[in-house]
């Protein structure tokens, strides 16, 4: 009689039902550590979010309040080509005057935008070659804007700015005020009128010793 062999001591062999079974289990441990990363991840991109609008918001508030502790600044400018010159300069609170100079026929106008109509509706003129002595043969001009506080009445408005006008060719210079009146701009009341020669001078004097003794 042949001897059967003990069941408990024949290796195992694995059957496809035992290799499905470790296969779902893996899988679902790899799934499980996927979602937790993501989880995870997700939770420390939403904090950095958050870190960041809270620092973007105290930064804008911050720099707002600064903004807001700056005093306020009037801004002019000036340029010049080979035909003509431009400038601007304030001549109230609320409005400031283009000044256009043509270096072929010498006019000056100063051009004043109201800003309720949004359109330009104070023009002054004055032909600067009349001062500079140029003779309406054109010059070679440069031109800026300043600011003077001349006494002004409802009588004898005056705008804020002046603007100097230099001959490069012969030195002479002129300086002109702005007859604005502010009550009419607030009016929307058009204006039209001369540029005001205030005074005039030379970038080569001739000096006379007799005066300054």
């Not at 700056?70 to 304030?90: Q, R, Y």
């Not at 600011?147 to 004898?156: E, W």
């Not at 230099?166 to 607030?186: H, K, R, W």
Request: net charge negative; charged share 15%; glycine share 10%.
């Amino acid at each position: 009689m042949k001897d059967i062999a003990d069941p408990a001591l024949l290796p195992v062999v694995p059957t496809e039902s035992t290799r499905c079974c470790g296969n779902r289990g893996w899988m679902v441990g790899v799934t499980l550590v996927a979602v937790g990363a993501a989880i995870y991840f997700a939770g420390v991109a939403s904090e950095a979010r958050r870190s960041a609008e809270t620092t973007a918001e105290g930064s804008s508030s911050s720099g707002l309040a600064d903004w807001q502790n700056l005093p306020i600044a009037n801004a002019t400018a000036a340029v010049s080509s080979e035909k003509f010159s431009l400038a601007t300069g304030p001549v109230s609170d609320q409005a400031d005057g283009l000044f256009v100079l043509d270096h072929n026929s010498g006019l000056l106008q100063c051009s004043v935008m109201y800003p309720r109509v949004g359109r330009f509706a104070a023009t002054f003129t004055v032909n600067v070659a009349d001062a500079l002595g140029t003779d309406g043969k054109g010059g070679t001009y440069i031109m800026a804007t300043g600011q003077a506080d001349f006494p002004r009445s409802s009588s004898n408005p005056v705008g804020r700015s002046v603007i100097y006008v230099l001959d490069t060719s012969t030195g002479t210079y002129a300086c002109y005020g702005v007859p604005f009146n502010a009550q009419a701009m607030n009016a929307n009341r058009p204006q039209q009128g001369l540029l005001v020669l205030i005074g005039q001078g030379t970038a080569n004097p001739v000096i006379d010793r007799d005066d300054l003794r």
